[in-house]
């Protein structure tokens, strides 16, 4: 399973993200590795298809099935399913199922 974590330094939603998916990895998949990627330009945005930071994409899918060229950018990210920069533990828990 490759699991990928784009983020910038200074959007404040990426430490609580990628702590929550370290819980759920060490919870669950002990085996997963994460391949952090820190986004500092808006070249580097495109080239890493990068939606926000923070962004999980799992086997190269994004955890919220998002896509979309005009998307892509040097920006905070914010999930519809909390509706702040930290996806829910629930949906993290299903991309990893569905990567397995």
Same mark, same amino acid.
């Given at each position: ?36 990627? =820190? ?7 495109? +080239?890493?298809?990068?939606? &926000?930071? !923070? @962004?999980?994409?799992?086997?190269? $899918? ?8 005009? =998307? ?7 999930? +519809?399913?909390?509706?702040? &920069?930290? !996806? @829910?533990?629930?949906?993290?828990? $299903? ?6």
């Amino acid at each position: 399973m490759k699991i990928e974590f784009l983020y910038f330094k200074d959007c404040p939603g990426h430490e609580s993200a990628l702590a929550l998916l370290e819980q759920i990895l060490s919870d669950s998949y002990t085996a997963a590795s994460i391949e952090k990627i =820190e986004i500092t330009t808006p070249e580097l945005a495109i +080239q890493h298809r990068f939606l &926000g930071s !923070p @962004s999980i994409r799992i086997n190269g $899918k994004d955890i919220e099935g998002r896509e979309k060229a005009s =998307e892509y950018g040097l920006k905070c990210r914010i999930y +519809q399913d909390t509706w702040t &920069g930290v !996806p @829910s533990e629930a949906m993290l828990c $299903k991309a990893l199922q569905e990567a397995e």
